[in-house]
């Protein structure tokens, strides 16, 4: 075959005109067609001339043939359809000599923390790491930034991330680490400026609020659903403080002073897989949407279940049925769909965007940074070019579990570290995730068709209909 396209017959009732509903992988784009195009694009070999009158050899040159090929030349010219390789991908990993160009830098600027998470991968917020290494000092965060490629071009982003531990816990690095960009980038006319934050929301005074207001950075605040399940899994380390309450009163500090919404991150674990209630909650909290992720651990308390999974899986079709601006996770599906723009990575690790640790050591990202196979440079010397050349050929086309999945334009082979930690290789994709993935773009495609001429809550790009 000439395309490598997916459909879906159990759809085609949702549609007025009974059309076939046809994704292609290559492109990303999700078609309405009719049987005569179906005939076309399902048997077509080549857009040559031979190939052309093969297909007409087998099934005949009437008016109607002729008009869907017309209509597949068309999409092909418009890349609405896209040929598939006519060679194998590359299954080896590493580009030697790859020149990154960094445009975003998470600074990991505290280990320390109030909280004692019992899944915490940072092994309680230090990273394994001794206690003299746990607080990034202003040298170290200075330099980091400095490794950054500021340019003014249209197009372009930069963008510092706070980690930690709790980042609010080292609040004068975070203050001038986001004055130092905001210096240097005063004059930029096209370049996109970002800052963001991962927190507990504990230290988030009236003080530092206003100030991430005032420099457009916005924090996400980690809660992992109710009170006592949050309290349960997020316990603080004082006997006298109630992490949840205190989230909480951060996030209604950010309020009072007219911040906007903010997106809350909550670890799903065997605990609580209610994500249905947990979005309500927030909503009544005040949060714009939820970013909920499946805990990664091999801890049978908190694992979840292959039949909470399932549960947790049918509360996101629920969610998606409901609004699909309520959780990220679904929405980074649902738009990617509607978007069409073929991703064949996760994320800019190995290209763009790198993780440094409180002493300095830099790391492909913040996940991988207890693992020391996967440290890149140090700010006082910059990036190791042979030890990131290893890494920078991470893509789909890299990974043999990938390179002819259906989805792998959509999800971009799921975040290495993730893999890494649930398979042992970047490359191979952690099977829960890769299975919720698939699940929520077949719901999202059903979604789509269904609703085509009416989705209120996000603008819908044309389907081209043929």
Known sequence: MLFELKSFPEFRHLNKERNHVVFDENSSRLLLVDDHLLTVLLNIQSLEEEGLAELRRKHGQTDALEIAVKTMQELVNARVLKPKSTTEPQLTVGIKGHEPRINFMLLNVSMACQLACKYCFAEGGHYGRPEHQTIMSWDVAK?????????????????????????????DVIENSIRYVKQITAEYKLTRVAFNMTTNGIGLTSERAKFLL?????PMISIDGCESTHNSMRPAKASDLNSW?????????????????LTVRATITAKDTDVVSMNNLFRGIGFGAINSQLVQTEDPDLKLSLQQLHQFEGQQIALLNDDVTKSTDLR?????????????????????????????DIFLCHRFATDDTFKIGHV?????S??????????TNSSPSCFRCWARHICGGGCYAE?????????????????????MLYHSIEFLVQNSDNIPTLPLQSIPEC
């Open 214 to 218: 005032d420099n457009d950075c916005r």
């Open 419 to 439: 893999n890494y930690f649930a398979t042992g290789d970047p490359v191979s994709p952690n099977p829960e995730r890769c299975y919720l993935t698939k699940s």
């Open 143 to 171: 330099a980091a930034i400095d490794m950054m490629d500021f340019r003014d071009v249209e197009g372009y982003s930069i963008a510092v991330g706070f980690f930690g531990g709790e980042p609010l816990m080292n609040w």
């Open 332 to 360: 980074r599906v649902f738009d990617a769909l509607r978007q069409a723009h073929p991703r064949t990575r996760f994320c800019g690790v190995g290209h763009s965007g790198y993780a440094v640790q409180p002493n300095g």
């Open 245 to 261: 309450k205190s989230s909480v009163q951060g996030y209604e500090t950010w309020l009072s002073l007219g911040g906007p919404p």
């Open 386 to 395: 042979g030890v990131l050349d290893r890494f920078t050929g991470w893509s």
């Open 380 to 384: 006082s010397r910059g990036l190791d």
